[in-house]
């Protein structure tokens, strides 16, 4: 097929096959999120009907990284050409080439919004904030009684981090969002805080970014519930809004803010001061590491490997045509993998470990993380096609996943004992915890 077929059929099958509603602006420089409000998900989905409606398949680290913005960029995906050294979708953390993990400069990673909001304050205090997300790469979600994957429900508090914000850095982060009062209510009290906020003082507040279209929403999920933080500007109207996990700050409507804060599908928000924060103490980074570290298990591998055993057999009535919803929102959680590779990074700079080595580890959290991504696009094409042959290549995928998370957190709890061992006195040290889920 040539470059022209391969645009028909790109268009053919969001008209046809997907129904897909934003269509308008379609052409090869039509931008695939901003402009035709395709998420990675919709990504998957044009790939799986292409391959299956005119059997043109990519590679698999194609379909694991994604790594394109327009529709020319998908049609050169089919295109005949050299196939190149893969590069990580996240830039790799380190300062220039020849400082590596030990330069002062490194690229941040966000990958959780109530994390990286609260993080933002150490920054601005010159602090390490990459401890924190210790938590995040086996941070809770959830499993719905249907066998669906849940990034957000109501079981889901941030209490957690919340406590351990406090108790390794001493900044009290205080909730000012009240389940029990109306939305109007919590709105008044919202209003209130962003009024009289210190000069150190941050407000966040969960908002539905599905409602924000302002805001470039990368999974397109509806609701998207999301965290940010909120300023008043010389403007009445205006408002300025910090979003540290997207790498994003600028103004935006007063009235638009609201009316993704008023929705039904939200409700959360707390208020701290970073000019509190301090160094963390040894002791209590060794406790939370060991809080957090889940030892012997992969939660989110084992969820999905749930969620798929159940809709192969049937289990409560539903099938596999039901399994691309499940397994819906897997991206989202997925990119909370990147943090591993601020646990190998504080570790590695605090005991002056080789860079080089640093970097390899990187590319293993890369692996693992395309892994995860190849691992959904089986998923997808299991559920739309209902062959059961295709199980075995599912289940061969979640295999290596557990086996490349494995690998990394058995390196990540090598690497603690040594900083355990080189940082904290024998004679103070505590019997070591039982690393368990939480």
């Known amino acids: 097929m040539t470059n022209t077929d391969i645009l ?37 989905q044009i790939f799986l009907n292409i391959e299956l409606e005119y059997g043109l398949s990519v590679p698999e680290e194609a379909i694991a990284k994604q790594d394109i913005e327009t529709v020319a960029d998908l049609v050169a995906l089919y295109a005949p050409k050299d196939t190149a050294a893969a590069v990580p979708s996240f830039a790799l953390t380190g300062g220039t080439t020849d400082e590596g993990v030990h330069g002062e400069a490194y690229y941040d990673i966000k990958v959780h919004c109530f994390v990286s909001c609260v993080c933002d304050g150490l920054k601005r205090q010159g602090l390490d904030h990459r401890p924190l997300y210790f938590g995040v790469w086996d941070a809770k979600f959830a499993v719905s009684d249907n066998f669906q994957l849940l990034y957000h429900a109501p079981e889901i508090s941030q209490e957690f981090f919340r406590l351990w914000y406090q108790q390794l850095y001493g900044v009290t982060v205080r909730e000012w969002y009240d389940p029990d009062k109306t939305k109007i209510e919590n709105l008044a009290v919202l209003l209130d805080l962003v009024k009289n906020r210190s000069a150190t003082g941050s407000v966040m507040v969960m908002l539905d970014m599905f409602h924000l279209p302002e ?18 500007t010389k403007d009445p109207d205006t408002w300025f809004v910090h979003d540290p996990d997207y790498r994003w700050e600028g103004e935006i409507a007063r009235e638009k803010v609201i009316h993704a804060i008023m929705q039904p599908t939200v409700g959360g928000g707390y208020v701290f001061d970073h000019a509190q924060a301090r160094t963390p103490d040894a002791q209590d980074l060794k406790a939370y590491f060991e809080a957090c570290f889940v030892d012997g298990s992969n939660p989110l591998v084992d969820a999905v490997r749930q969620i798929v055993t159940a809709h192969l057999d049937g289990t409560d009535g539903i099938g596999l045509s039901d399994l691309t919803a499940a397994v819906r929102e897997l991206p989202v959680i997925t990119i909370r993998k990147y943090a591993y590779e601020h646990g190998f990074a504080f570790f590695w700079r605090a005991l002056k470990l080789p860079a080089a080595e640093f970097e390899t580890w990187c590319e293993e959290i890369e692996s693992f993380v395309q892994s995860l991504k190849t691992l959904h696009y089986a998923c997808m094409k299991l559920a739309q096609t209902e062959d059961r042959t295709l199980a075995a290549s599912v289940f061969e995928k979640l295999d290596e996943a557990d086996r490349l998370e494995t690998k990394l957190k058995g390196k990540l709890a090598e690497i603690f004992d040594l900083w355990c061992e080189r940082t904290i006195p024998a004679s103070v040290e505590p019997p070591m915890l039982k690393r368990a889920a939480r």
């Open 215 to 232: 805001r470039e929403n990368k999974f397109n999920q509806n609701p998207f519930p999301h965290y940010l933080m909120l300023q008043e």
């Open 8 to 44: 028909a059929a790109i268009e053919t099958v969001l008209n046809e096959q997907m129904a897909h509603a934003h269509m308008d602006g379609f052409g090869p420089e039509a931008r695939l999120n901003e402009d035709l409000y395709l998420d990675s998900v919709l990504i998957l």
